[in-house]
């Protein structure tokens, strides 16, 4: 049996939400989910309760961004031949900017 869940908040998480998304949306979804450094419920739930997702770098965040990079650079190759670029790969390259640019603001008041 699992552990009984609190939020932040200390209530129980005892309800269960479930809905079916395509094959595409889930491999978005597992990129964004790496990329936040959050686990997958947490992602979840703070992007439909309209919350903002807060990216905390460590190894695991870093070594998500690595791989995304080295998978963007090679759709761009890939892309450069004569493919389009496709929404996906265009909301993975919108996140990981935007993550990059949380860090760039945060090594500013570092200094």
């Known amino acids: ?50 919350k903002d997702v807060v990216v905390q770098g460590n190894p695991r965040v870093y070594k998500a961004l690595r791989d995304q990079l080295v998978a963007v650079l090679d759709e761009l190759w890939r892309i450069e031949v004569g493919s389009s670029v496709d929404d996906e790969l265009m909301d993975t390259i919108q996140m990981i900017a935007s993550i990059m640019d949380g860090m760039k603001e945060d090594s500013a008041y570092d200094e």
């Open 1 to 50: 049996m699992s552990l009984k869940n609190r939020d932040e908040h200390n209530r129980w998480r005892n309800k269960t939400v479930a809905f079916r998304i395509s094959p595409e949306e889930d491999e978005q979804l597992e990129v964004f989910v790496k990329l936040s450094g959050l686990t997958k419920q947490d992602y979840i739930t703070r992007r439909l309760l309209c």
